[in-house]
Structure formats: structure tokens, C-alpha cells
């Protein structure tokens, strides 16, 4: 009686543990997936544009190059959006990651 009770416990465990592999190994690779499409995906130009301009005042004029270029700093490679502002008084040039969508640089043009 005792050993029958061991071997199904054994059993069991078993069938647990071939389980819970089994969802594990499906698990990772899709884990793995979601988060190199999130970081393969970048923002389309005019969300960077969209982006400038809320970060900016009364824009009468805007543009923005639309192919993202690499741009390395701090040792660090990214694609960024290089474009530019313009409102009554003052030109701005800009700069904003293409992945993230976060402003890296802004600069006043003279």
C-alpha cells in the first residue's frame, strides 16, 4: 500500500514536471519574441514630428528627415530622427530616438 502511494506521488511528479517543461519551453522563445519586436520596432517619422511639436510652443513651420540615421553616443548605437522647429521668434533643430521616441537634443538655430 505504502509503495503504491509513493509511486503515484512519483508518478505524478512526474507528469507535473513534464508539464510544467513543457510550458516553459513554449513559454521563453515567446517571451523572447515580444521583446525583440519591441525593441526592432521604431516610431514612424511623424510621430517623432508629433512628438517635437508638443515638446515645442506655437510651431508655425516643422520638418523632419524620414529616414532614421545611426548616431553613436556615449558608446552607444541608436537610430534618431533628425529634424526641425520653427516658431515666431526662434529655429530649433532636433534630435529623437527612433525607438523610444524620447528627445535626446535640441539645439537653437541662429
Not at 502511494?5 to 515580444?34: D, G, S
Not at 516643422?62 to 540615421?69: E, F, G, L, M, R
Amino acid at each position: 500500500m505504502v509503495k503504491c502511494k509513493k509511486q503515484e506521488r512519483t508518478n505524478q511528479m512526474n507528469k507535473n514536471y513534464k508539464r510544467y517543461t513543457l510550458l516553459l519551453l513554449l513559454f521563453i522563445p515567446i517571451l523572447f519574441y515580444v521583446i525583440n519586436k519591441k525593441r526592432v520596432e521604431i516610431i514612424s517619422p511623424e510621430q517623432a514630428l508629433q512628438i517635437a511639436k508638443d515638446a515645442f510652443n506655437h510651431v508655425e513651420t516643422s520638418y523632419i528627415v524620414h529616414t532614421p540615421q545611426k548616431v553613436t553616443r556615449l558608446s552607444h548605437e541608436s537610430l534618431v530622427y533628425k529634424g526641425g522647429i520653427s516658431n515666431a521668434t526662434h529655429e530649433y533643430e532636433f534630435t529623437i530616438d527612433a525607438y523610444t521616441g524620447d528627445m535626446i537634443e535640441t539645439r537653437e538655430i541662429n
